[in-house]
């Protein structure tokens, strides 16, 4: 049998095939997951009026080794999961109260990461990047992978050869290519993923220089050159969209302008260059973005 990640899911997803006594278990278990994870064996026999036998039969039925492994994974599944599973649906305000909830985060989020910065480490960062012969953006997931991004479209317009990558083995192998004079910047809200802290470890090893803009105190940005770190806290809201990556793309563009400053004769005429190319497109002449 395959290895059930989900073990929430599927216990709904067999409601009405278990056998009835194990049934009975699953009914129990769902309607009381806050709790679920501190009961004995014993204690869940007893409320769902079965045996400890029936109990372990149906463990072992959703997808666990047996009970204890169904106690550790049930245990995980609510720590995360508890605030999604909750009948309540929240504040389901629209129109402008939404728009203030939403912008007033951002501009909450984007004030508090602009206290955390250290205008020293900004400028070591900036520094390291506009010398860099390229830079290799790096990210996994959504956010971080977005911000990776973004970080490669806003490099390669100084004239600094920059690209980003999301896949873990693409992000090895591009790494064991980077030397000294090119930059890996990692970017994870969480500093964890081993395909970054790995990355990060073979691009050293040829002596590129590393970057990290990601939590403090994780383990990211103990094993890069420089890391720029924040704590930036998540709404509680489950519907509200994660703050986190608009400061990370805010801080990414304060190291894009920091670089641009330090090589100014070069940037200017990338910029002039790109602007040209794209001015046959328009109608007018005035001011726009860069290409976007």
């Given amino acids: ?27 129990f278990v769902l309607t009381n997951l806050d709790q679920i994870s501190f009961l004995s064996q014993n204690e869940i026999a007893k409320a769902a009026n079965v045996s400890v036998a029936t109990v372990n039969r149906f463990c072992t039925s959703i997808g666990c080794e047996g009970f204890r492994d169904f106690q550790i994974r049930m245990a995980q599944s609510v720590a995360v999961g508890m605030q999604y599973l909750d009948n309540r649906s929240g504040d389901m305000s629209i129109s402008g109260q939404l728009v203030s909830q939403v912008f007033g985060n951002l501009i909450d989020t984007l004030k508090l990461t602009g206290s955390q910065l ?33 970080g490669a479209n806003r490099f390669f317009r100084l004239g600094i050869p920059a690209e980003s990558h999301s896949d873990g083995f693409l992000q090895r192998m591009v790494a ?46 103990a094993i890069t050159d420089i890391s720029i770190q924040v704590d930036i806290p998540e ?30 004769e070069q940037v200017k005429e990338n910029l002039r260059r790109i602007r040209t190319s794209l001015a046959p497109l328009y109608k007018d002449t005035g001011p726009k973005p860069i290409g976007d």
């Avoid at 049998?1 to 699953?26: C, F, T, W, Y």
Wanted: hydrophobic content about 40%.
């Fill in 1 to 27: 049998m395959p290895k059930v990640i989900d073990i929430i899911s599927n216990m709904r997803s067999l409601l009405g095939s278990l056998p009835k006594r194990e049934q009975l278990v699953a009914e």
């Fill in 118 to 150: 250290d205008g020293q480490q900004i400028e070591e960062a900036a520094e390291v990047l506009a010398n860099a012969h390229r830079i290799g953006f790096l990210g996994v997931g959504g956010g971080s992978a977005n911000v990776a991004r973004e």
């Fill in 176 to 221: 064991s290519t980077y030397s000294d004079g090119d930059v890996l910047v990692a970017i994870s809200s969480s500093g964890q993923p081993a395909e970054l802290l790995d990355s990060v470890t073979i691009a050293r090893q040829y002596g590129a220089s590393t970057i990290s803009l990601t939590k403090k105190g994780s383990e990211l940005s």
């Fill in 235 to 264: 709404d509680q809201d489950i519907y509200a969209p994660t703050s986190s990556r608009l400061a990370y793309l805010a801080i990414v563009d304060v190291l894009a302008a920091g670089a641009a400053r330090k090589r100014p």
